[in-house]
């Protein structure tokens, strides 16, 4: 029974355990390796660094909201901002293992395990071959800020909920497919975007013959939304404010503008009036990859697979580029699109030395306290 567990599991768990036990040395040696700035004195593990250095930036305000709970400050940085799920799962983790951070890095590492067997089995049924599966597979594991699916952070679980959700949608398997939207909306606000695609799948495989697909398909979606619609419940009850996740969001340095209206004042900031910043030319390249990776999956796979790509990077660009190259991590089908893309050996290989490259650096200068994404 294992031996046919681990040939059917073989490679996304090889890829998980080769990885994430490499980032797990290489984050511990570049934090006591090289000096952090003034700032860093204040851990919020000093006694495990091994544990601290998964415990960054947003790290703390999943910990609070697991610890104390939600606050809301107006005009400040405030943990409304922040959905629910995973700081919920991180407190039940913790009440078992007695150390929050420790949870978190136990729940990040579990979720990304089972979003890679997931991710498996979805590009073993779309992709051409197992070799562009095993690429897919691989390029996700190395991307350059695939540190954060190790993080205390939602991006691991966030992940697991989108493609349980696409793997239930391509089954055609409908309260599953709305069970993972729901769970993806109490996570991150974007994990909305699945209760559309779920509208959008019932009525192309139902044919829209008539007002009650509509109505079902409505509730499908309803369904799916129930995370979000929760959410804005507690914060009405709690802040009298539905929207306060949104609201708090210009304390965050995000405002929201528009596509339009973000795209001049990048242009001239960084491109006229003084050199790019190396965050905003990263944050672009990571643009550029899940816009590409998305319109050709909508040849490949649907529109389904090329709108959830795209909303989920236009979205957030909408209020700035800050955190792109993390949120392009959610943009799954780019990544099956490289992986047929890189049937030529040398993108292969180049993406093999490039990705890892930039994944030690940019790990380091997290660990470190500067800003990634």
Request: proline letters at 5%.
């Amino acid at each position: 029974m294992l031996r046919h567990f681990w040939d059917v599991w073989a490679w996304p768990l090889q890829v998980f355990l080769l990885t994430r036990i490499t980032l797990l040395g290489a984050a511990f040696l570049a934090d006591i390796a090289l000096p952090g700035p003034p700032e860093m004195a204040g851990r919020i593990e000093p006694t495990n660094l091994w544990l601290d250095v998964w415990a960054r930036w947003d790290s703390g305000f999943y910990l609070h909201i697991a610890t104390e709970g939600y606050y809301l400050y107006p005009d400040e940085p405030s943990a409304v901002a922040f959905f629910p799920l995973y700081p919920l799962l991180l407190k039940g983790v913790s009440g078992l293992v007695g150390n929050p951070v420790l949870a978190g890095v136990l729940l990040s590492h579990l979720s990304f395990a089972l979003a890679l067997m997931v991710f498996w089995k979805l590009c073993l049924q779309l992709l051409n071959d197992q070799a562009s599966a095993r690429r897919a597979i691989l390029y996700l594991a190395i991307f350059p800020t695939s540190f954060y699916f190790s993080a205390v952070y939602t991006e691991s679980l966030s992940l697991l909920w989108v493609l349980l959700a696409f793997y239930a949608l391509h089954q055609r398997r409908w309260k599953w497919a709305a069970l993972g939207a729901a769970l993806a909306s109490a996570t991150r606000v974007t994990g909305i975007l699945l209760a559309g695609v779920l509208l959008l799948e019932y009525l192309r495989a139902s044919g829209v013959r008539g007002k009650w697909q509509w109505l079902l398909g409505l509730a499908l979606a309803g369904l799916g939304g129930l995370g979000l619609l929760s959410y804005m419940a507690f914060l009405a009850i709690q802040f009298d404010d539905p929207l306060a996740f949104w609201s708090v969001q210009g304390s965050f340095s995000r405002e929201i503008g528009g596509f339009i209206g973000e795209i001049r004042p990048l242009f001239e900031q960084n491109f006229l009036t003084g050199p790019i910043s190396w965050n905003v030319l990263l944050d672009l390249l990571a643009l550029a990859f899940g816009i590409t990776g998305s319109l050709i999956a909508a040849r490949r796979w649907g529109l389904s697979y090329a709108l959830f790509g795209l909303l989920s990077l236009l979205i957030p660009f909408s209020s700035g580029t800050g955190s792109l190259s993390r949120y392009v991590l959610m943009v799954f089908p780019a990544f099956m699109v490289l992986g047929e893309a890189a049937e030529r050996p040398w993108l292969d290989n180049l993406i093999r030395f490039v990705f890892p490259l930039l994944l030690g650096l940019l790990l380091a200068m997290h660990v470190n306290g500067i800003f990634v994404a």
